[in-house]
């Protein structure tokens, strides 16, 4: 059985071939508790792609394990907005092309090593590769010249903290969700849920708008994670007249109503 | 694909309702009847699952190109709870809902050399081409495991275990939902985790 394993996995291409991550940070010198950030930025070949930190029905997302110099502590990841693919009514998050993903890493006054200790998962329409990788970083010598833009770029493609009201609340099936934007002419279309087991990732949404108050009904997730006090994820809606297409962040406590198992 | 997205206005009370999203809820829910289906197994039989009244069933979903089933072939783990559920009277059905064409489908002469070369012992592999027993389960990803008790009632639905990742070294500190839900089961006791995320490599159905 292990020789049939052993033969399988010599004969399967590798994550890196159709994905190439690679670690950056700016900073040129860095002082004891001032938090700076560093990227980690995956190269995706065309019709293959990596998973959001919720990955959706199949998949996995991002993982890094940290190995840092003693007493430096890092931030957990801050992922830009997802695409949504499907596939037979199924539907994955995840990232194209290209995505840079960061951290904020708090230093001590120890110097040292950075390293990302990386497992993540790239996919075609058809065959799935598991990658596993460790990133090394010097921080402070001869930054990479690239690093400053590609930070920039991507603290820019995060989606925007949301500045109106939220509550959320278990209610029997759904997750109740009720927002209210903070401008007329924006009205919310869907929304993407960071974790995977709060919401049924591929059932129907429905919203209900009026004026720029939205109510989310969402079938809660089917594997349901009782442990879940919030919910999180991104409103994605429409702002008019213009038509563009705006992403929030929203974290929000998830309520129990009375008599709702916790 | 287009996401799906309905637009209703109601005039009278001002308020819009929209819909989006991809599917209707479905699927084969824990405490719910288990749906009923039959399908030709990798020996030609048209196997139903109605014939198995009275004993445990449990559905494992496959794609052997699928790196996740990989992890629990390649360790014997999932050949060792397959033989587990045989060896405590219960009925084990491999489910392969791969569309011809694409990654892990198999003619039934394939389904037979791989219950060989694999060591598997389950009862048989279930040829799902068209995916209609995946969808009516909604086997979501590979592997996909559901448990059917005594009565017929769905117990479980979930992974195989909880370490949902491709290293074989994690099946060692692995907890086996399967495994820990049927022991329960068959000592007259509730499950204790009758649901879990389901872990893998997307399915592929029939487009």
């Known amino acids: ?262 | 694909m287009k996401l799906r997205s309905l637009v209703l206005v109601s005039f009278a009370v001002a308020a819009v309702i929209v819909g989006s999203g991809f599917r209707a809820l479905g699927g084969a829910e824990v405490g719910s009847a288990a749906p009923a289906f039959s399908l030709p197994s990798n020996t030609g039989a048209t196997v139903s699952l109605d014939q198995f009244k009275g004993k445990y069933i449990v559905l494992e979903w496959t794609n052997q190109g699928c790196p996740y089933v990989h992890k629990q072939y390649g360790t014997g783990n999932m050949q060792a709870t397959q033989k587990w559920v045989r060896d405590h009277g219960g009925v084990w059905l491999t489910m392969d809902s791969s569309a011809e064409g694409r990654q892990g489908y198999m003619t039934a002469e394939k389904a037979t050399e791989l219950m060989k070369t694999a060591q598997m012992s389950s009862n048989a592999i279930l040829l799902d081409p068209d995916g209609t027993v995946g969808h009516l389960y909604g086997a979501k990803c590979t592997p996909h495991m559901f448990i059917i008790d005594l009565k017929g009632t769905v117990i479980y639905n979930g992974a195989i275990d909880d370490k949902p990742t491709t290293d074989f070294d994690d099946v060692k500190t692995a907890k086996n939902y399967v495994k820990a839900a049927l022991e329960e089961a068959m000592a007259g006791k509730p499950v204790t985790t009758p649901t879990s995320r389901p872990y893998g490599c997307a399915m592929k159905y029939k487009n």
């Not at chain 1, 960071?194 to 129907?204: L, Q």
């Not at chain 1, 969402?218 to 297409?245: C, H, M």
Request: proline fraction near 8%.
């Open chain 1, 1 to 262: 059985m292990l020789a049939l394993a052993a033969l399988i996995v010599a004969a399967t291409p590798r994550a890196t071939d159709y994905s190439r991550p690679e670690l950056f940070s700016a900073v040129r010198a860095f002082a004891p508790g001032k938090p700076f950030l560093v990227g980690l930025r995956f190269t995706i070949k065309p019709g293959w792609h990596v998973y959001w930190h919720n990955p959706g029905d199949s998949g996995q997302e991002i993982r890094v394990r940290w190995a840092l110099p003693k007493g430096w502590q890092a931030s957990p990841l801050m992922w830009p907005k997802p695409d949504v693919m499907l596939d037979s009514g199924f539907v994955n998050y995840g990232y194209e092309r290209q995505v840079t993903v960061l951290a904020r890493l708090t230093p001590s006054a120890q110097k040292g090593t950075v390293r990302a200790n990386l497992d993540w998962l790239v996919c075609d329409k058809e065959m799935c590769l598991p990658g596993k990788v460790t990133l090394a970083l010097r921080i402070g010598s001869a930054a990479n010249p690239k690093a400053g833009t590609v930070i920039a770029k991507a603290l820019s493609a995060m989606p925007k903290p949301f500045n109106g009201s939220a509550r959320a609340r278990l209610d029997g099936k759904n997750v109740i969700l009720e927002i209210t934007l903070p401008r007329k002419g924006e009205v919310a279309k869907s929304f993407l849920p960071f974790d995977p087991a709060v919401i049924h990732n591929s059932a129907t949404q429905t919203v209900m708008i009026n004026g720029n108050s939205a109510t989310f009904t969402l079938a809660k997730s089917e594997y349901f994670d009782a442990r879940q006090t919030r919910l999180r994820g991104i409103v994605v809606g429409t702002k008019l007249p213009s038509n563009s297409t705006f992403f929030s962040e929203i974290d929000v406590p998830l309520q129990r109503t009375s008599g709702e198992k916790p």
